[in-house]
């Protein structure tokens, strides 16, 4: 994870996230809460569009953890169980991991969220709610394979939601715990770091706007196209 140390030293000022993932992030909050908050009030209109706004959110997203800037980037973040493991049991002196971007053990809970996400839209694509509103694909299906992927999908609502609080928590605890803050930079992209990690930043610049935006297209393209073509 990033961080912006708080406690008193000379900093250096370093771009941590591109634009694209911190507006990446914080629709995907905003319309996690709406998910939620739709889904258990049953307000399925609502929670179909913002089901399928989140999918081509997931989309853009996987595309630019292959495509985008190098903090924002699979490769950049995902890392091996043993360096997972020599990180957990050394922390930052263990020289695992360069202090900027996602840390070893950060990398792989956010790689959950974003693929259980993805498994959620698509289990929600084939749901029902047993009374009058079907997921857009439900009809492709047996009537066997919806009440299944129904029931995944309810419980995979709770799943994501302890997931998210497990999320919010960790950051609370940086924060709060280990006096660094990981949310400001999720908001402005940048971060106070000390020299020494700050000389350790990738000296590539930061994907372009355009290309996020092609992506972002892309993926909407692929969501909202697909759901004319086989939705009902
Ligand atoms: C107020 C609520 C939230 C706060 C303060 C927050 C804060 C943060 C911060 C600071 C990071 C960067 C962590 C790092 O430095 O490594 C992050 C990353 C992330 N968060 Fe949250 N978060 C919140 C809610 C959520 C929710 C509800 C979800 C999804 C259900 C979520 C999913 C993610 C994901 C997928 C990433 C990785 C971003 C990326 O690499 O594209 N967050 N969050």
Redesign the pocket.
Known sequence: ??KADLSIGPTQRVRVWDLP?RL??WS??AL??VLWISGYNGKLGLHLSAGALILTLLLF?LAWGFGGSPT?RFSGFIRGPGTVFTYLRRGKESGVWSGL???PL?GWS?TV??GL?LLQTGTGLFSTDDIATDGPLAWAVSSGTVKSLSSLHRLGGWV?LG??GL??SA?LYYRFGKNED??T??IGGEADLSPDIAARAPKEPFASGQKALGLLILAALLVYGGLAIWGR
């Open positions: 994870m990033s993932v990446f992030h995907l909050a996690f809460a997203r924002a971007g996602h840390n950060g956010v969220l974003i996400l994501l997931l998210a999320h919010i950051i990981l949310i930079p999720m």
